[in-house]
């Protein structure tokens, strides 16, 4: 995976997101937008994956939308993640959009190097994600969801799911213990993504006290 950081290099605080270039050429602004909630204490780092679907994807699935199918991966990514982390200090959170959020949300439940997930719009609609949050622990102390107010508004019946199972998934977090909030956004999907992934890493650090 290719590295690129955002940020103060030394501070306390590490941001990890997994990233496509639609991200990436976000990220300065996401940045941006972390400093105005939380403060420059903080080093963001993206780190992009050569295939979405099949990088990000806890277990193969047939294709949703479009024709590429999901590849399972995840734990292959998760592993060159964590291999990563063995090399930096300080408080960690993992988080990202999409099927990035929902990396971060099920990375959270396969090891305990992360303080908190942050999953932005997650794909939360992926089959059987929210029977697998069930059926495991998860290993942080916090996550934060979050879903825009028009992304259930689609032909497609898995996707149009998304409403109902973030919502499950709330409910699931909170029988836990989890200390979890879930915001709701104006617009769809595919709206800010930038400073909604922003909220989710500032909502962490705050928590935590903005270290």
């Not at 997994?18 to 204490?41: K, P, Q, T």
Request: aromatic residues 10%; charged residues 25%; negative net charge.
């Amino acid at each position: 995976m290719q590295v690129f950081e955002y940020g103060n290099r030394d501070a306390e605080t590490v941001l990890i997101q997994l990233a496509d270039e639609h991200d990436l050429s976000l990220m300065s602004s996401e940045a941006d937008a972390i400093r105005r909630e939380a403060g420059e204490n903080f080093r963001l780092i993206a780190l992009k994956v050569n295939d979405w679907n099949d990088d990000l994807s806890p277990w193969k699935s047939p294709a949703v939308f479009g024709n590429q199918d999901f590849g399972g991966r995840a734990e292959e990514t998760l592993q060159e993640v964590l291999k990563f982390c063995s090399c930096l200090e300080g408080v960690r959170y993992i988080g990202g959009y999409s099927l990035a959020g929902l990396f971060a949300l099920w990375a959270v439940y396969r090891t305990d190097v992360f303080n908190g997930a942050a999953a932005a719009s997650p794909s939360i609609w992926f089959p059987g994600f929210t029977d697998f949050m069930k059926e495991n622990v998860i290993k942080c102390p916090a996550v934060y969801l979050s879903l825009g107010d028009r992304e259930d508004r689609t032909r497609n019946p898995v996707m149009a799911s998304v409403a109902d199972r973030i919502s499950e998934a709330r409910g699931i977090l909170d029988g836990s213990g989890t200390d979890c909030t879930l915001e709701w956004n104006r617009g769809g999907h595919f709206c800010e993504s930038d400073t909604r992934t922003a909220r989710a890493f500032a909502w962490l650090m705050l928590r935590d006290g903005g270290r």
